[in-house]
């Protein structure tokens, strides 16, 4: 402990020592969310969507479910009744409505036929148009997975699959906020774990280190320890422009987000640990982290592409990334007040297992 | 492995054929050595010549390819952790912290040898002002002059009291006054009871040691005591013994890299 405890003295030491780099680490997520969180927010806050649900049953509720999962739907207060729709619509409160009529389940049930309506604002075309698109596009989803269940096929005879090309851009605000907590987490602290080992292995430091009776084990655990304290910062610091600029919710629960956060700081310094145990060089180091970390999770992560939607190839690489199951758990927690995570914490600690003892391995052999 | 323990008991270092090869390239090859304790043993060699490659494998930070090593009467291949606790190393590259003050340097030293917060000061404060370096507690290591840093280095391998210390050219590139200094201190700590393992280019401080061994590509060509190896040679100074037995000249002394 004492030994653990000296290690992670000393490098706070050095993070202090350099403000300049811990400038980077504090600015640099506040700029992001700052600069997505506007340019995104102008675009979106028009992609909302009301439920009116008159049927109030599992499959009513799983219905919402499907439809608010896409990223490019907003959830707004569910209506009360029908008198509130003209009024919501006239104050701007949603660009669409979807109503649930009563004995939606039932018909489902026993028919498999089973109308819902859809009320779009049609003020602005485009986005009555968009709107529009991404309502159907869901419930197709839906239709599939139902048909699937009543008679066993994946497919249906005739379906459109539409898929809107060129605007990314229509993910609102309160999904990248969410988004950017993972991003940010795990390309700093893969970034700053990575650099801070491959500088001691390029100084001789480590190798001066370990002709101390010091555990590599106790090295690496002394040395991220000041890391998972900077994450934290970044991830507080994210949440509260998110909180209190873009008005993300939080429908779950802080504690369970901060305790999965921890987890997913963890996962990240060891992949940064991973990294270093490739890299010679602190450049290697910093541009492996880089790569390694921000175009997957931009890309593949579900961060600005549904992982649904993707190709099979790249929906199985998604799989391997941690991110992907820290985004579904944070958005999931924040906007839908999801609390019970099961695949996803297998998920995330079966990946961090391996990632980490890999990395520690590897670790240990290179100081050969 | 027959070696017995009576026997090593009274040795800082044995090595019996201690061999380790990068590759195909044997950097020691069959390295046979005993080193008894108290001793300030100048461990020669050309550029090259696998000096650093065996102190790492003493220190317990690279595995012998085969052969085997006992330092301080343990075996480095089942008890590097307890060697570690026993040994202080100064590496041939200064790799202290740059940017930490020195007084930080060398509690963070002690701190990863176990010490106490109390000890660290204490052990601070004695070796300080023993090497002198107490005016410049608070400075930051970057801005010391290298015989400074030299200095830091041997009281940061120190902190712990260790029994035996691996020096590896521990006075490469500064002043001959400096190192005149330097190895003022490494007489005060043999006399202390401290066993010195000490590498040098330099062939005056050759001189200053009680035994030493040259070695030429992994192996030990001569190993002696440095008036008895003159002798046995014919040659008046170490200076010209090296080159004799090496075929490359060491540093003369006067000369600064
Ligand atoms: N990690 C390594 N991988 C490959 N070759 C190595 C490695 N370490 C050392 N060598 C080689 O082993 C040989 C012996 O190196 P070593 O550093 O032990 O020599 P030395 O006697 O300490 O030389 P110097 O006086 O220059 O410090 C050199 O040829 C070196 O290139
Ligand atoms: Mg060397």
Redesign the pocket.
């Known amino acids: 402990m004492r030994r653990i405890l000296a290690v992670a003295r000393k490098e706070t030491r050095h993070i202090l020592r350099d403000p300049r780099s811990l400038a980077v680490a504090i600015a640099m997520p506040l700029i992001m969310v700052v600069l997505y969180g506007y340019a995104i927010d102008m675009e979106l806050k028009r992609l909302t969507v009301a439920f009116l649900d008159l049927d109030r049953t599992p499959a009513s509720s799983e219905l919402q479910m499907e439809i608010t999962s896409s990223n490019f739907i907003t959830p707004v207060q569910a209506i009360p009744n029908r008198s509130e729709i003209e009024s919501g619509f006239r104050r701007g409160m949603f660009r669409a409505v979807v109503v649930i009529p009563e004995g939606y389940s039932e018909k489902l049930a026993t028919s498999l036929e089973s109308p819902v309506q859809i009320l779009i604002d049609g003020a602005d075309g485009s986005t009555a148009a968009v709107v529009d698109n991404y309502l159907n596009a869901a419930i197709a989803r839906i239709n599939r997975k139902l048909a699937s269940e009543a008679f066993g096929v994946e497919t249906l005879p005739i379906e459109a699959r539409t898929r809107i090309l060129f605007n990314p851009q229509l993910i609102s605000a309160h999904f990248v906020v969410p988004g950017l907590v993972a991003l940010v987490l795990v390309m700093i602290c893969a970034l700053l774990t990575s650099i801070a080992i491959a500088r001691e292995r390029e100084t001789g430091t480590l190798e001066q280190m370990l002709t101390s009776p010091v555990a590599p084990a106790q090295v690496i655990v002394g040395k991220v320890l000041p890391y998972i304290v900077i994450g934290a910062i970044d991830a507080a610091l994210i949440l509260a422009v998110g909180r209190f600029v873009f008005d993300v919710p939080m429908n779950g629960s802080w504690f369970v987000l901060a305790g999965y956060t921890i987890l997913y700081i963890i996962i990240s310094l060891g992949l940064g640990l991973l990294i270093s145990t490739f890299a010679k060089t602190q450049q290697v180091a910093m541009i492996a982290a880089l790569m390694g970390t921000l175009l997957p999770t931009l890309i593949l992560s579900g961060f600005l592409f549904a992982t649904s939607s993707m190709p099979f190839m790249l929906r199985q690489i998604s799989k391997l990334i941690p991110a992907t199951y820290y985004l579904r758990i944070i958005r999931g927690l924040m906007l839908k007040g999801q609390l019970w995570f099961p695949f996803e914490t297998v998920a995330l600690v079966t990946l961090g297992t391996v990632i980490l003892s890999v990395a520690i391995f590897r670790f240990k052999e290179r100081l050969d | 492995m027959t070696l017995n323990h009576s026997h090593s008991s009274n040795l800082a270092v044995v090595a019996k054929d201690l061999t380790?090869c990068?590759?195909n390239?044997t950097?020691?090859d069959n390295l046979q050595l005993e080193v008894s304790r108290g001793e300030i043993f100048g461990f020669l060699?050309?550029?090259?010549?696998?000096?650093?490659?065996?102190?790492?494998m003493f220190c317990g930070l690279?595995k012998p390819t085969s052969g085997e090593a006992w330092v301080d009467g343990l075996p480095i291949s089942r008890d590097s952790e307890k060697i570690k606790r026993r040994i202080g190393y100064m590496s041939?590259r200064f790799s202290l912290y740059d940017d930490l003050l020195i007084e930080e340097n060398a509690n963070f030293f002690g701190g990863v040898y176990g010490l106490s917060k109390k000890e660290i000061e204490l052990r601070i404060a004695e070796q300080f002002e023993r090497l002198g370096l107490t005016k410049q507690k608070r400075t930051l290591t970057s801005e010391l002059p290298l015989g400074f840093k030299q200095r830091l280095a041997l009281a940061c391998a120190m902190m712990h009291r260790p029994r035996l210390l691996f020096l590896?050219?521990p006075t490469g590139g500064v002043d001959p006054i400096a190192r005149r200094e330097f190895w003022d201190l490494i007489y005060e700590t043999a006399e202390d009871g401290a066993t010195v393992f000490v590498?040098t280019?330099y062939m005056d401080e050759a001189e200053y040691c009680s035994r030493v061994s040259i070695?030429k590509d992994?192996k030990i060509v001569a190993l002696g005591v440095p008036a008895e190896l003159k002798r046995k040679h014919g040659t008046q100074t170490m200076e010209d013994l090296f080159l004799k037995l090496v075929g490359v000249s060491g540093e003369s002394g006067e000369s600064v890299e």
């Open positions: 380790r990068f590759g390239f950097a020691v060699g050309a550029n090259g010549a696998g000096k650093t490659t065996a102190i790492r690279l041939q590896d050219e590498t280019h070695m992994g």
